[in-house]
């Protein structure tokens, strides 16, 4: 993302007149609207709007137009949070044995198709070491005593605190979060869970999904909340399995649907795309 | 199909020397193997084939084939039965106030995609009348009494088994079948559910995906079991949605779905493409 | 569509202050912004916005309205046009003796899934006659005589100028239109091709598909040009074949994506969403 | 694969009695056939199959199995080819400036997807060392002199005939290989093309694909012959784009189809699913 882009997310009552006064907001400091992408839930009569605008052009200064936009949004009863490009996010990426996922993030990452700084890689495995060594990312290896797993989440905490991380991505990270880490870290915290959410959730999901015998196997990624797999699905997909499949060809094919589900939404999180509101996410694309 | 084919369906626990023995078998009469599929499960060490041969050049007959065929099931112990292209098989279609599953299935009835002769329809409401009448199949309008469902279902079967039917679909007919039916018509009941089964089991799997926020939606076909939304999956398929779509957006897309994956499922039974086992299916493509 | 919305679609060189502009004009005359879809096309440098608003909250009328809109097309050298809810479109569907299409299409439109009016069914064939009858279309028997091709046209002109019609839908129409028909109704031809565009244009696609081999086959709905296969793309969608589809098999599944591409098509057109520049097209979802 | 495993391919005229004779003849030698997929091809009278078969019980020798095919083979006149699970191939990577696919190959092969072992990576780019490094691959950079490419090709043969190579892998290999070359190792190179064959042939796929305004972009792989882009085609994948996507966009989205494409037909070949006949695969799943 360019240094010299904003980008504005904007949610509220629907309420006649919000696209025209933003717009003239942003039009009258001189940032050019490049892009305008909007959503009304006629259901829940609520409004959203992600705007994002060239600030080269400013004629003012960005604490002006914050000033106008937060006027704006008192009179409208909006949430909203702006985004400038020049503030690059930092992201940890928590990990375990699997290795799949976090390949995947880290050559995506040097590729440039993530805007952001991988800051950190944590695991309660060593293995990732020499793969986050490869791509010259610090790594943590915070290995999980069964008789103190708080200490293990709080030396995470530490860590992550220290670094100043924006998003915390857990790429097959086998090990469940605290109520207070997840408290600690809000819409911040990104899973990938192997199934097509609401189906299998809980442990492996894969060998469920060969008992059943369905006939596509799928991958969800979502915003970790305190209720196991059930919180704010971002992206999902599916790929076609049959009887030959054993559970071993089920977790083969589905690594390549997790890489692609979860990379999609570290992106779309880091691009500012992505709302939430009623458990569930609106993403604009 | 053709009237000189021949099918052989078959499962049975897993031995050495099944295929040659089987082929074996065919080949002494002058059965011509056009086509044989197997597939071998390690976990439940079963065994399962399908082969269809050409009868155009037996040097016995039938019955001859039939007790030799007979005689190797019984040494390995299998189930095993056998549908010849002559034998044109019966289909009655259920349906309710959605018409767009019944229009497709009689559509590829008369392009010859279904190679069977769509006996009846039955529907509990009178829509359903022109459509037949089109199509020139007969219609029988059994309305549902609330205080008297049981005689809708006897005057069902009655006509089901006065038309020596084979095969019933249930084309989105929103009805519950009684356990005494189901198990009448034992794996000779096609339903499709709208839903990416296991989720959204139950009503309105629309709604309840829009709810849940997923990013995909599903239609599931498979043979009615007495556990309802819980029998062996045939078929399944998915397409994509966002926030953008309402519940009616989600009843729009999921029609083709539902259309496609019950439309495969009926094709592949009345192929002999299936077998049914473990409370899952084999499906021979 | 309701009969109080509108629909202003734009096309314009890339400028600061559009969006700005647009909505300050709309809200101006009290018209609330619905939904507003925008695209820019860097490497053109041209600005695309769909913008639908409500009529009911109009503080002045649709002439001063337009006029508002007018001034401002004009200071930004703007391509626009400008759809109202009541103005229901008029539909001609142009069929030959494949009936799949034209049977989805009508299906369609019953249900209520294609905001229109279809005022008839022209074919080169009788066979459709029944079909339309079914749905209450009114319906034209058109032959082509070999030696007297403009003689149809002539008459298939008369036709849909009598009755007005805003869109003419190929519904695999098996008779390639002369230049001057094309001419005459511009952007307003919707045909269905059976391959992934560009790949086997001409004909007997499933043909070319077969011989080389192809693992997808593929459907494409596109805007007439007299280029023939080379207008506008609006849809496409592809789906799995292998050695064993036989050309009969490839055309049976192509049937499916047909169906749904075409549909597809139709209802962006007739909801406003397509923008066609630079022989492609923009389609606001 | 386990050493105990043997798979047989043949294609041959189709005549009757070709299933019978060759399970008979695995059966006598008391090889145990663990699975058989077959193929007829209606149109070219040609008849294909794979059969895998457990060596571990065999009653015979290896030498006496192969000699009893042979018979059988020279009867139906038969292509046959045998492998052994015994027999790891040895591929070798070829790779210039881009990752992915290099990446994509090497981390699939050491969690154990591809039942192979990758000998070399070779490069007309240094890029590729510190990757085949990380992986304990051996790497050797071949720089393209434009004066003398074919030094570089000489010194890549010497290479590969050295170690004994079967299976070649241009993993956006971005040279063209010379006919010497091709013809030299016949039906052992397999190649990934970034687009939806035959559409789009030749160079930059996905600016032609930006160009032209398709709504879906593919990948392609296939084995290489001297006609460019004309080889038999493997697999095949698409993805939906839209007009929101630059070619830089296309691209990133085809990497993950390219990574996903070429690694199927990797994995076939290895796995002896494919037979080439008339310019194109069976490829038994």
Redesign the interface.
């Given at each position: 993302m360019s240094a010299e882009l904003g980008t504005l997310l904007v949610a509220c009552p629907d309420r006649?007149?919000?696209?025209?006064?933003l717009?003239?907001v942003?039009?009258g400091h001189g940032a050019?609207?490049?892009?305008?992408?909007?959503?009304?839930?006629?259901?829940a009569a609520l409004f959203f709007q992600r705007i994002r605008f060239d600030l080269s052009?400013l004629t003012t200064d960005r604490t002006s137009l914050e000033t106008g936009i937060r006027e704006v949004a008192e009179r409208f009863a909006m949430d909203w949070r702006i985004a400038y490009g020049h503030q690059v996010r930092r992201v940890a990426i928590f990990a375990s044995k699997q290795?799949?996922c976090l390949?995947d993030l880290l050559?995506r990452y040097r590729?440039g198709?993530l805007p952001c700084e991988v800051a950190m890689v944590i695991s309660n495995h060593a293995d990732g070491a020499?793969i986050a060594k490869?791509f010259d990312v610090p790594f943590h290896h915070l290995p999980v005593d069964a008789n103190d797993k708080p200490a293990q989440e709080a030396a995470a905490i530490e860590l992550v605190e220290a670094a100043r991380i924006d998003l915390i991505v857990l790429a097959r990270y086998m090990q469940i979060l605290s109520p207070a880490f997840v408290g600690r870290f809000g819409s911040r915290i990104i899973n990938i869970h192997h199934s097509?959410?609401?189906?299998?959730v809980g442990a492996n999901p894969y060998r469920q999904a060969y008992v059943?015998?369905?006939?596509?196997i799928?991958a969800t990624s979502h915003y970790v909340t305190n209720e196991l797999d059930e919180g704010?699905?971002?992206?999902?997909?599916?790929i076609r399995c049959?009887?030959?499949d054993?559970v071993d060809d089920l977790v083969?094919k589905g690594?390549?649907l997790e890489k692609?589900v979860l990379a999609s939404a570290v992106r779309w999180h880091l691009e500012d795309r992505i709302l939430v509101y009623?458990?569930?996410?609106?993403?604009f694309?």
């Amino acid at each position: 993302m360019s240094a010299e882009l904003g980008t504005l997310l904007v949610a509220c009552p629907d309420r006649k007149g919000i696209v025209a006064t933003l717009a003239q907001v942003l039009y009258g400091h001189g940032a050019n609207i490049l892009d305008a992408d909007q959503h009304t839930d006629p259901v829940a009569a609520l409004f959203f709007q992600r705007i994002r605008f060239d600030l080269s052009t400013l004629t003012t200064d960005r604490t002006s137009l914050e000033t106008g936009i937060r006027e704006v949004a008192e009179r409208f009863a909006m949430d909203w949070r702006i985004a400038y490009g020049h503030q690059v996010r930092r992201v940890a990426i928590f990990a375990s044995k699997q290795e799949h996922c976090l390949y995947d993030l880290l050559i995506r990452y040097r590729a440039g198709e993530l805007p952001c700084e991988v800051a950190m890689v944590i695991s309660n495995h060593a293995d990732g070491a020499p793969i986050a060594k490869h791509f010259d990312v610090p790594f943590h290896h915070l290995p999980v005593d069964a008789n103190d797993k708080p200490a293990q989440e709080a030396a995470a905490i530490e860590l992550v605190e220290a670094a100043r991380i924006d998003l915390i991505v857990l790429a097959r990270y086998m090990q469940i979060l605290s109520p207070a880490f997840v408290g600690r870290f809000g819409s911040r915290i990104i899973n990938i869970h192997h199934s097509f959410l609401p189906a299998f959730v809980g442990a492996n999901p894969y060998r469920q999904a060969y008992v059943r015998g369905v006939k596509l196997i799928g991958a969800t990624s979502h915003y970790v909340t305190n209720e196991l797999d059930e919180g704010p699905i971002i992206e999902q997909a599916t790929i076609r399995c049959s009887h030959r499949d054993s559970v071993d060809d089920l977790v083969r094919k589905g690594r390549d649907l997790e890489k692609v589900v979860l990379a999609s939404a570290v992106r779309w999180h880091l691009e500012d795309r992505i709302l939430v509101y009623a458990g569930k996410t609106v993403v604009f694309d």
